[in-house]
């Protein structure tokens, strides 16, 4: 596995919910750092030359039939290892304790008491709060070479250390990684600069010239192909990959007729004038809007969008000649999604949602210089590339575009009006700097008329739904509580700039139950 950085502490995941935020914090922290197999062999961590290891959380019990364990090795590779919660207690079982259920399960914060001064605990109060989320704990330590550090009230070995010499080993059986431990990012950072000696040199610009070079080894003088759906991750895509091969990227870009008011626009001076890279636009919108005709099946809309998004990108693709390679921005979250993230081996990973979800068949060898990073760090790559701002921080748009958001049947004359609303709606986040305190801002026509009133006359015409969120994940959202002078003041544009609408509703649902979209 070829590692892009020198400096690297990676975590066992034993399946905890939380381990890819414990990835993040390490990154954060200025280490590269990711998620591997419990079961990774010393071996094979050895040969990666790690600074220290992180051993993670997890649902299970470790005297549970078929838990996760690590191999012992991991203890011998004469590198510090963390444990958390279950990590902790696996380690600790290894060093001779003993582990049992808590009397009391323990979810939420405590207060943790220091009782004895290590590098990992430096700066950190000596009473502090921490986040646990534990059923299981260690109940005996006399036999073990394992001493405790800090306590709760009902956690008597909170943190411990190994006292085993050359077994370098401290266990937290709280949650550092979480933001309801306030002291969580010092501790992890006390780790990997006190015990690890890490000097904290992952940098963006960093991972951007090692991706950049690996971009040139893998594809030699070859050409390839970069799918732009105006979204970020393919944006930075393309951008890294125009810096490592220049005119060799061929970019394509589907206008399916269901974008934006000036989306378009945006995506061809983005690539045409500020990258200046060869950039091939099909022209599909009345392929896309004949098959959307009569439909109104949200799902069936979904299939024929996906469908002729495939048609029309392999056509573009065959019109370009000399190209093997198709660069798709995975991320991360992806890998480990398709449960191919641990160890790196090299992963079938679903294809990339927002250039229109490509089968895998098309024949090219894929290029995915973002599998390590995530969301965030995107943007950061972003920025390190020279990617526009406006471009940067972009919220999401989904693939089959506007059609999602034209509820009922897509039409050309109900997609112009949902174009102007949208327009006038961002116009307005942006003009009330909340374009970056929100997640995702749209508009949706609804399949409703309502009655109105303009001038003397009545009027019977559409009702447009306002959507805004806040989300980490886009798992789970909340709406947004936009100030109601902002409200005001798009539902008065629109209802006086946009024909056909005379009523401007506000979602108020958050997801779960709802969803993002309305389709
Ligand atoms: P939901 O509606 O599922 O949306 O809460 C979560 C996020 O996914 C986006 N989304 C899509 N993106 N193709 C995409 O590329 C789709 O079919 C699709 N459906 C939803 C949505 O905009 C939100 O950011």
């Known amino acids: 596995m070829t590692l892009p950085h020198d400096e690297v502490v990676p975590i066992l995941d034993f399946g905890s919910q ?40 997890g649902p299970a019990s470790v ?3 078929g838990a996760p364990r ?18 902790m207690q696996l380690a600790c079982l290894e060093f001779g304790a003993t582990v049992g259920r808590a009397h009391k399960r323990e979810f939420g914060r405590a207060n943790l008491s220091i009782r004895s001064g290590d590098p990992l605990l430096e700066a950190i109060p000596e009473r502090t709060t921490v986040w646990m989320s534990h059923g299981d704990q260690i109940s005996d330590l006399a036999a073990a070479s394992v001493e405790v550090l800090a306590s709760t009230d009902s956690c008597p070995y909170a943190v411990v250390r190994s006292t085993a010499g050359e077994r370098r080993f401290w266990g937290v059986q709280f949650h550092p990684e979480v933001t309801h431990t306030p002291h969580g990012r010092d501790l992890l950072r006390n780790f990997l600069y006190e015990h690890c000696r890490c000097t904290g040199t992952w940098r963006m610009s960093d ?16 050409a390839v192909i970069c799918g732009l759906s105006g979204g970020v991750d393919s944006t930075v895509t393309a951008a890294l990959l125009h810096a490592a091969i220049g005119d060799r990227l061929r970019c394509v870009f589907v206008d399916n007729g269901l974008l934006r008011k000036n989306e378009r626009g945006l995506v061809e001076s983005t690539f045409r004038d500020h990258f200046r890279t060869n950039l091939t636009v099909a022209d599909a919108a009345d392929a896309f809007l004949s098959d959307l005709q009569g439909i109104t099946e949200p799902q069936e809309k979904r299939k024929r969008i996906g469908n002729r998004f495939v048609r029309v990108f392999q056509e573009a693709a065959a019109s370009i000649p000399d190209a093997r ?10 890998v480990i999604e398709s449960g191919h993230g641990h160890s790196g081996k090299s992963a079938n990973i679903k294809l990339h949602h927002n250039v229109g979800g490509l089968p895998e068949d098309l024949g090219f060898e894929l290029v995915e210089p973002m599998r390590e990073l995530f969301k965030d760090e995107v943007r950061k790559l972003g920025e390190v590339l020279g990617v526009p701002d406006a471009m940067v921080w972009r919220h999401p748009f989904p693939g089959p575009g506007l059609a999602v958001r034209v509820l009922g049947e897509v039409t050309r004359e109900k997609l112009a009006v949902l174009r102007e609303c949208d327009e006038i709606l ?15 801002v749209f508009a949706v026509l609804l399949p ?12 019977y015409e559409n009702v447009v739904a306002i959507r805004a969120v806040e989300t980490q994940d886009f798992m789970t959202a909340d709406w947004s509580r936009i100030p109601y002078d902002v409200l005001a003041t798009i539902s008065n544009r629109i209802i006086n700039e946009v024909r056909g609408v005379n009523r401007v509703v506000y979602d108020i649902s958050s997801k779960p139950p709802s969803t993002i979209e309305w389709e």
Not at 34 to 51: F, I, W
Request: glycine content about 12%; aromatic content about 6%.
């Open 18 to 57: 939380t381990a890819q935020l414990i990835a993040r914090r390490v990154r954060e922290a200025g280490v590269f750092s990711l998620l591997m197999s419990p079961d990774t062999p010393a071996s094979e961590l050895r040969a990666m030359n790690p600074k220290g290891v992180i051993l993670s959380g």
């Open 63 to 65: 005297d549970d039939p």
């Open 70 to 87: 690590c191999d012992p090795g991991v203890f011998d590779l004469g590198v510090p290892v963390l444990g958390i919660c279950y990590g």
């Open 207 to 222: 991972f951007a010239q090692a991706a950049i070079d690996r971009v040139r080894e893998q594809v030699g003088g070859g």
């Open 325 to 334: 390679f198709l660069a798709q921005g995975t991320l991360y979250p992806d």
């Open 426 to 440: 961002l116009e307005e986040i942006v003009a009330a700097e909340l374009y970056r305190k929100t997640s995702q």
């Open 448 to 459: 409703v008329q309502s009655v109105g009133v303009m001038g003397d006359g009545r009027t």
